[in-house]
């Protein structure tokens, strides 16, 4: 299974690099969503997918999956929601004050 | 803390004090004020020269950074005393002259004498400091107060492009001549320029010996403007005339040779350092005199002249260090007279040169100008400037009775010594040394009454000139003409000089000559015979008549082979080049593109992990222990591919979006299914309300462009993101077998077994979130805080040109 799981977190990787490379400005956006979630995944897949109990003490399993990652991958959930929100907001105003998304024309004049 | 200590910091505090003195009623003139310095510290260096005759100077030491081996060691002997007194005399008569040449109602004067006090402090810093480490920090001040002093009138253009030029060159030396001063360190442990003398042999056969010889004296060839770094002089002469004549005739430009004769003793006897001193001196001795001779402006003249006699200095110095080569004393001791040369001829150069500057500053500011073309007929108006300048010219050309006959003699005496030789392939190049020595004295010669002649013989062409020329006034002549005399006075009784000065810097610039207790036998005489030297000399004067008299012919001859290749243009267009290649190279990659700049991020990501993984071998897979494959979990992870594969195909901002949003959704199973519920729940949570922001934003955005992009396909693109994929998924399963194949044990235990005993909570994740990792948890918050602050901020506040601020009144 985590052989599977890190292909597909490469994939997920590839697309969110690719969309972070294009010109759109909410692709690129969408590409740092599909990035935190390829990290997030990669988190929970490297501290391996042994089967166990979910880790509630009340239900007297013998194993347990990890505790660790969870707390880590909860955490870092709410930073990057916080991250994105903030982001898209400051994509939405900048649209409204400069008019346009394209990564492209939002560079500084030459020369400078 | 020393007498010595005191003399070099007294210029210090008065520079300080200087600008105190604008406060005074009736505003005086600050050179009167300045002038107690030089002349008290010449006074206490006079009184010193009993004792260092009798080797018994003056080494005092203060600690600085000890742990570092740095100490302010002063050290006084016969070397460092000649060159005080040389800048504390010169520097005394130099701020005498600049009393009457700087007009303290036109000129900035109280800054004037701050840089030209700091300058002074520095150059005794230079001479009289024994740590390397204080010499070069010394050294770097004297650049640094040149460079101010060049720039004086900073208005001017050109003397803004002099003061950087030189500030570039002798920096750069400088920088060079720290390494070398590092490297020696390196080789000796020590910077106590006595301590290294006296473990030449850890320097003698190392291999860093010849790096730290050719970095010391790239230092010491740019601050002595020897050739090609000659180029900053010539354009130091924007600098007030004063300046001139103290800094880029009689003590800056010699630091150089204080620099190579202080080092004498360490690198002496090395092939490299003879034939490096005395060749770039020699070629600098027919380069600057050849080029004196087609200059019009009597400051570029003189500027040519010093570096054609500085040139002189250096290969005699060079010839000199020969001596430290043989071990027999007599031979020694014979070649040993081309540093007696060196020395006094460098005390001559000095007297005269600084006189001639003196007297171009009394034409240019009678007469209105420099131009030599513009100049003649002054003898009869200003006589007492015409004796100066026939005094000075005289000397400079080697004519008896003066000063500079008896060096030029000597210098004769010494390349015609070099070819006895033998060593070092001077069989092969003996006959050069006086060859070019001589056509040398000829051009020098030439340029001497060039310099004479033109500007105080012939016609007076009173149309040309802006002021009526007169005498100038009294107090202005007495510096030049004290130097005058001292340059005849040197002629005529060089005796003066040998015992008390020349002879102990002898000592100190060759020690291991003497035994304990012996002096040099240093007998300077005006007439010795019908020597093959005399015969030069009279050949000199007679071919320097010709050349005078057909000068103009000549000048024409040589001029275009100049224009066509000159190292100031080299360096001009050296230095454009370099500012327009890092011009080019940094709009080559900084082109504001943030695609760009994220190509160079992914790619050195890539090229860095990819070339490490495989130079050390990292990939490994090992896929033992590998949780077992079920449909389930088969099934989820398809469909997130396939709908993550789809945000990059999708034509509508709206369907990206929601693939998006399923990627999010198959996460949240992914968490369900791994038992992870609370991280199930929060990213249903999120995802939904990232969902609706998304679409919430997107509803709002105006429809300015309303065909919905299809994404450019760009290989670029493809192939970068391709590798940061594959890169991750290497990495992923390396580390996975690697934890495998080293299993430590996870932490995870002790939180399951404290969670309910030690916290009182069966939720381990959350015991985690808030009880063993509450910190986390806390600045997560305040992350969230920030984030929601800003965006509010965002929205509410706009700073547009139409809407500002309404500050409060």
Request: with cysteine.
């Amino acid at each position: 299974m985590e052989l599977m799981m890190s292909i597909a977190v490469g994939i997920l990787f590839m697309i969110g690099v690719y969309l972070i490379l294009s010109r759109s400005l909410l692709r690129i956006i969408l590409g740092t969503s599909l990035l935190t979630h390829a990290v997030h995944l990669l988190l929970l897949t490297m501290a391996r997918l042994k089967k166990g109990a979910p880790p509630l003490l009340g239900e007297q399993a013998s194993a347990y999956t990890d505790p660790i990652p969870a707390a880590l991958i909860l955490t870092s959930i709410v930073i990057s929601f916080g991250v994105t929100s903030f982001f898209f907001v400051l994509a939405y105003k900048s649209y409204q004050k400069l008019k346009t998304d394209d990564m492209e024309q939002l560079r500084g004049d030459e020369g400078e | 803390m020393s007498t010595l200590h005191a003399a070099i910091i007294l210029p210090f505090i008065l520079a300080i004090g200087v600008p105190l003195l604008k406060r005074l009623p009736g505003r005086p003139h600050p050179g009167w004020a300045v002038l107690l310095g030089p002349a008290a510290l010449f006074i206490y260096f006079l009184g010193q020269i009993p004792s260092v005759q009798a080797g018994q100077g003056i080494v005092s030491t203060i600690p600085w950074i000890p742990s570092l081996g740095i100490e302010v060691t002063v050290l006084l002997d016969g070397l460092s005393l000649l060159f005080a007194l040389l800048i504390s005399g010169i520097g005394a008569l130099v701020t005498l002259y600049s009393i009457f040449y700087m007009d303290k109602k036109r000129e900035a004067v109280h800054r004037f004498y701050t840089y030209l006090l700091l300058f002074m402090g520095a150059m005794l810093g230079v001479v009289l400091s024994d740590n390397l480490i204080v010499l070069y920090g010394f050294w770097e001040l004297t650049s640094i107060s040149s460079f101010l002093l060049i720039s004086f009138w900073h208005h001017r253009e050109r003397s803004r492009y002099g003061a950087f030029k030189s500030m570039l060159i002798t920096v750069f030396g400088g920088l060079a001549m720290l390494a070398g001063f590092v490297l020696l360190y390196r080789m000796t442990g020590t910077f106590s320029i006595r301590e290294i003398i006296q473990s030449t042999d850890l320097i003698k056969g190392h291999s860093l010996m010849l790096p730290t010889l050719l970095l010391v004296l790239l230092g010491a060839f740019t601050k002595s403007a020897q050739f090609p770094f000659h180029i900053w002089l010539p354009d130091a002469m924007e600098a007030p005339t004063p300046v001139s004549a103290y800094l880029h005739s009689a003590t800056m430009v010699k630091a150089g040779l204080y620099l190579v004769a202080r080092l004498t003793p360490v690198f002496a006897g090395q092939a490299a350092w003879f034939w490096l001193v005395s060749a770039v001196g020699l070629i600098t001795l027919i380069f600057g005199s050849f080029k004196a001779i087609k200059q019009t402006d009597l400051k570029a003249m003189l500027a040519f002249s010093t570096i054609s006699q500085l040139g002189l200095i250096m290969a005699l110095l060079g010839l000199g260090s020969a001596s430290g080569y043989f071990t027999d004393i007599q031979q020694s001791l014979f070649y040993s007279k081309a540093t007696m040369a060196a020395i006094f001829h460098l005390l001559n150069h000095a007297v005269f040169k600084g006189a001639l500057f003196m007297v171009v500053g009394i034409v240019d500011h009678e007469t209105g100008t420099r131009d030599i073309r513009k100049l003649g007929g002054l003898m009869s108006i200003m006589p007492v400037t015409f004796t100066v300048a026939l005094i000075g010219t005289f000397s400079m050309a080697g004519i008896p009775p003066f000063g500079g006959f008896l060096s030029k003699e000597m210098f004769f005496t010494a390349v015609l010594n070099a070819g006895e030789m033998g060593i070092w392939n001077m069989q092969t190049w003996s006959l050069w040394f006086p060859l070019i020595a001589w056509v040398a004295s000829v051009f020098t010669f030439a340029y001497s009454m060039v310099l004479l002649f033109r500007t105080f013989t012939g016609k007076l062409q009173e149309q040309e000139l802006s002021k009526r020329p007169h005498e100038a006034p009294v107090g202005m002549l007495i510096s030049p003409v004290i130097m005058a005399s001292l340059a005849l006075v040197f002629g005529l009784f060089p005796g003066l000089l040998s015992y008390s000065l020349i002879e102990p810097a002898m000592a100190s610039i060759l020690p291991g000559l003497l035994a304990p207790g012996e002096k040099f036998q240093v007998s300077i005489q005006f007439w010795h015979g019908w020597t093959p030297e005399v015969f030069m000399t009279i050949g000199v004067i007679a071919v320097g008549i010709l050349v005078f008299a057909l000068s103009s012919k000549i000048k024409a001859l040589h001029n275009p082979l100049f224009t066509r290749f000159s190292l100031n243009g080299v360096y001009d267009s050296g230095l454009r080049t370099m500012e327009r290649s890092s011009q080019w190279i940094t709009n080559k990659y900084m082109t504001g593109s943030v695609r760009h700049y994220l190509i160079y991020i992914f790619a050195f990501l890539i090229v860095v992990l990819g070339v490490i993984m495989f130079a050390f071998d990292g990939f490994s897979l090992d896929m033992s222990s590998y949780a077992p494959v079920t449909i389930y979990e088969t099934a989820i992870l398809l469909a997130l591919i396939i709908a993550a594969s789809a945000v990059p195909f999708a034509n509508s901002r709206l369907l990206a979006i929601i693939l998006t949003g399923s990627v999010g959704y198959m996460v949240t199973l992914f968490f369900v299914i791994f038992r992870a519920p609370d991280l199930a729940l929060t990213q249903l949570i999120v995802e939904t309300v990232s969902v609706t922001l998304f679409l919430l934003c997107f509803y709002h955005l105006p429809k300015l462009k309303k065909e919905l992009s299809v994404l450019k396909f760009k290989l670029t693109n493809f192939l970068i993101s391709l590798g940061v994929g594959t890169m991750v998924t290497l990495i992923a399963l390396s580390a996975l077998s690697a934890g495998s194949s080293h299993p430590f044990e996870s932490i995870s235990k002790f939180f399951l077994e404290a969670s309910y005993k030690l916290a009182g909570g069966k939720n381990v994740v959350n015991v985690i979130l808030v009880d063993f990792r509450g910190f986390d948890t806390m600045l997560e918050i305040v992350v969230l805080g920030i984030a929601s602050l800003g965006i509010y901020a965002m929205i509410r506040l706009s700073l547009d040109d139409e809407q500002q601020v309404q500050l409060p009144s």
